[in-house]
Every structure is written in C-alpha cells, then in structure tokens.
C-alpha cells in the first residue's frame, strides 16, 4: 500500500497501513525503533533483513511503526534523529558495501511524522527482487532469503537456484539486445534508417529486467514526448511494440527514432551522417557523450514520471564501426597510428550499470571510457584528472 515511488510516501500512508491492519509478511517488515547504535550486530541483523528481501520477493523495511502480538501494524513511533538526510546517507551506504555483490535498485528514504506529541521521522527501506544475485551479508557471509515473517539462511541447493534465476534474468537482457540488433542489421527496424554508421543505446530499467513494468503507450501519441539520441524530444505514434519516436524522416529514411517498449525496456538510434576529410563517419568525441546524457537524463525523467525506480543498465553499441572515426582534437598527441579507429564493423560495449542516485555524468564515464579505449585511448578525455565532468570544448 505504498507508493511505487517511496520517495512519495506521506505520514498519510503509513496510518494506512494501520487502518487496513497491515501484517508483516514476505514483503513488509516493521521495526519499532532504528539501532541505538550502529555496532556489528545491528549490521549483521540489518543485512539478512536487506538480502533476504533481494533474495526472494524484495519488500519494504519501515523503521518508526510499532507492531501487535499477531504482527499487525499498530502505531507510527517518531524517531529523533539529529539528521535525516545523514541517517538516509549512512543507511545507502551499509546496502551498497556489506551486501555482495552490489544491491541494484534499493532506496531509502525519511519521512516527517508526528505521533504521541512527538515529531521525528520514519525510514522506509525498499528493496527489490534482484536479478544480480543471490546477495548474501557481508557481516557474516551468509546467504538469507525471506520466508514468511522471517528471514532464513540458505542451504547449498537455493543457492545454486537463485543463481541459476539471475542468470536466467540477466540472459534475458541480453538476448533483447542481441534480438534488437539483429533486427536492425536485417532491416527490419520499426523505421527505415538512411544509409551510414549506426549509434544504437538500449535503457533497461532494473524493475523492467525483473518483469515487473507496464507501460501504457498512448499517452506518448498525445501528450506526453518521447526523448530520442542527438536531437529534440518529440511525440510518438503507437505501434505494436508500444510508442515509437521517429526525427526528420524523409524519402530516403530517417536519422534515429526511439521506441520505448510495453515492458519498459527502450532503444534509441542516431545515424553518423557527417563525413571527415578521411571519409569516414564522424564520431564527435564530446558531441555524442552530450547526447547520450541528456537523453539518460530525459529517459530518467520520464521514469520516475512513470513512478519507475530510475536505476537501469546501459548498453551502447555502434554499428558500422570500422567505418567511423572518433573526432578528437588536433591538438591531442596520438602515439600510434591505429587511434582514433576502430577494429570491428560491430563494437557492443559491455552494459553498464546506471545508479539512480549518480548524476548522469558520472553514470556514463564508464560507457564513455570504453568508446575511448576501443579508439586507442585510455579513457575519456573528457574528465578530468578527479573523474569530474570537464570537457575541454563546448
């Protein structure tokens, strides 16, 4: 009964767990009070707690709500905390360094509450299924999983299953590129595309890889725009595979569209139509790392519009590769003659991991860097010597 955005969450959603009667189970777990102290114990406790939900179902931890005998939600219990912004911070960083490996899509978040002439806040925890795991606790090494009102530590067969699952799920992900790419190099792309290298980025959103998105696709005919790699959003028109953005469309094709999927996966494309003095394909160094920012900002944007958690995984691929170049400027000193060029006509770049809380600078320089490497360079020049943001040219 919470929001699909806990970020949304109101003291008004917490009495309506009370009123409903709301009982502890696979997906809820109530905490009258946070830890006194966050000492090994505490974390030990809090880290079965958080990789079991990841485990098995994912679920919402609430810190601040008392409970009855038989498990009930029973009363909002304000906790006096000296920051609330800290604790959120303190709590993040336990889920991402004592959890192995690392817990996508997990968030946290403070909520003003007043009860009994108190006021402070409740902390709501929400972690989902994982398709990266099984996770298991770093305090202790142990693998939970959530079963009924408690947690309980897995034996060597549920283990080897739930890897056999995330697996299944990570396969899944891959496949959909491997599916898309092909299509597009058969012609079969929702859009006929004019001739030249080919930028293709796939989005997929964490809860979408787990199954557990619909998306509606005619508010994008009519109301709502759809953001498209290296140029203006724009409306859509529907098509069976959901809303589909096609830019500047002529008799000979178009330069890119964006098609964003029922199940909530999205693809965006842009054609290399520049040509340099060598004749091959522009690739601009910093123009298309621009684009490929703005549109995971925009994409993000619509997600959480969506009431999506933002946290999804990239995938860049350039087709036609070994007929593009990377525009760098003249003034960089090259040490051998192969940089700058690609090796292969098809360079899949692996899928990186965007984090919701990490701007989108920051989310794509490993993207970024592996475009540079391919060329013959050690990473992106367009960060500085601390991994910031800093381009040499606008």
């Known amino acids: 009964m919470l929001p699909a955005n806990i970020l949304q969450t109101t003291q008004a959603h917490l009495e309506q767990l009370i009123a409903a009667q709301s009982q502890e189970g696979p997906h809820l777990d109530f905490k009258r009070e946070l830890p006194a102290a966050w000492d090994d114990r505490s974390k030990v406790k809090f880290m079965a707690d958080v990789t079991a939900f990841a485990n098995a179902g994912g679920g919402d931890i ?3 709500m008392d409970e009855t005998a038989d498990a009930q ?6 906790q006096t905390l000296v920051s609330a912004d800290e604790e959120v911070r303190r709590i993040q960083d336990f889920i991402l360094n004592l959890a192995e490996p690392r817990l996508p ?5 403070a909520v003003a509450v007043t009860g009994a002439g108190t006021s402070g ?9 994982s398709w990266a795991g099984p996770h298991r606790s770093k305090p202790n090494l142990h693998f939970y999983v959530r079963d009924g009102l408690r947690n ?8 080897r299953g739930l890897f056999l699952r995330s697996e299944s799920q990570a396969q899944r992900v891959r496949d959909f ?12 792309a929702p859009h006929r595309l004019v001739p030249g290298s080919l930028l293709v980025v796939h989005l997929v959103p964490t809860q979408a890889a787990l199954g557990l998105v619909q998306v509606d696709p005619v508010p994008y005919s009519d109301r709502r725009n759809l953001p498209v790699l290296g140029a203006m959003s724009g409306r859509a028109r529907l098509n069976i595979d959901g809303a589909l953005y096609v830019r500047n469309s002529g008799p000979a094709g178009t330069h890119g569209y964006s098609q964003f999927f ?14 340099n003095p060598a004749g091959k394909a522009h690739l ?7 684009q490929l920012i703005t549109l995971l900002g925009a994409f993000r944007a619509e997600l959480i519009h969506l009431s999506i958690e933002p946290e999804l995984s990239v995938m860049l691929s350039i087709l036609g590769a070994d007929d593009a170049q990377l525009g760098v400027e003249a003034t960089y000193d090259f040490l051998e003659d192969h940089q700058t060029f690609f090796d292969r006509r098809a360079l899949l770049l692996p899928d990186v991991l965007a984090q919701s809380g990490v701007v989108p600078e920051q989310a794509l320089k490993p993207v970024f860097d592996l475009v540079w490497q391919a060329a013959g360079f050690p990473g992106s020049r367009n960060y500085n010597a601390a991994g910031e943001w800093a381009p040499r040219r606008r």
């Open 152 to 159: 309980r530590q897995l034996d060597v067969p549920e283990i």
């Open 62 to 64: 609430i810190f601040g």
């Open 262 to 275: 029922r199940n909530g996966f999205f693809e965006s494309t842009h054609v290399l139509t520049g040509r």
């Open 121 to 129: 806040h409740a902390v709501i925890v929400r972690i989902p299924q």
């Open 284 to 290: 601009g160094s910093l123009s298309y790392e621009e």
């Open 105 to 109: 899509g997990t968030q946290v978040h």
């Open 177 to 188: 590129r491997v599916d898309r790419l092909g299509k597009i190099l058969s012609g079969e």
């Open 73 to 78: 939600a029973s009363v909002i219990v304000p």
